[in-house]
């Protein structure tokens, strides 16, 4: 089964971008999968920011995500990325990408992002 890895999360300034990548152990990225970015705010629910589409290459965003923050996947470097734009103190939280495969949906352990003021 693959294990899906988040990475590229740091400390911050407000206003800065980032990139955070996701790749996976134990398998690989193939055909239908889908990859979705979520992220969990300090005392606050997990929520989705958005999905793409391995082959398809399809993405959708949470409404209130939508504008700052950017799916994209790298086909040969077997990879997705999730850039942020123009982070704010609120934007602070551990950063997770889940793969479903076959049906079933695979978590990494998460990136923690800070982001100063």
């Known amino acids: 089964q693959v294990q899906p890895a988040e990475s590229g999360g740091g400390v911050v300034q407000a206003g800065d971008s980032l990139t955070l990548s996701c790749s996976v152990s134990?398998?690989?990225?193939?055909?239908?999968?889908?990859v979705a970015w979520y992220r969990q705010a300090p005392g606050k629910e997990r929520e989705v920011i958005g999905t793409?589409?391995?082959?398809?290459?399809?993405?959708h965003y949470a409404d209130s995500m939508r504008g700052r923050f950017t799916i994209y996947r790298n086909y040969h470097e077997n990879r997705a990325w999730l850039h942020m734009n123009g982070l704010k103190p609120e934007d602070t939280g551990i950063y997770y990408c889940?793969?479903?495969?076959?049906?079933?949906?695979?978590w990494g352990r998460g990136a923690q992002v800070t982001v100063s003021s």
């Open positions: 889940n793969v479903q495969q076959n049906g079933v949906v695979y």
């Open positions: 134990g398998g690989t990225f193939v055909g239908d999968d889908m």
């Open positions: 793409i589409t391995w082959d398809a290459d399809s993405r």
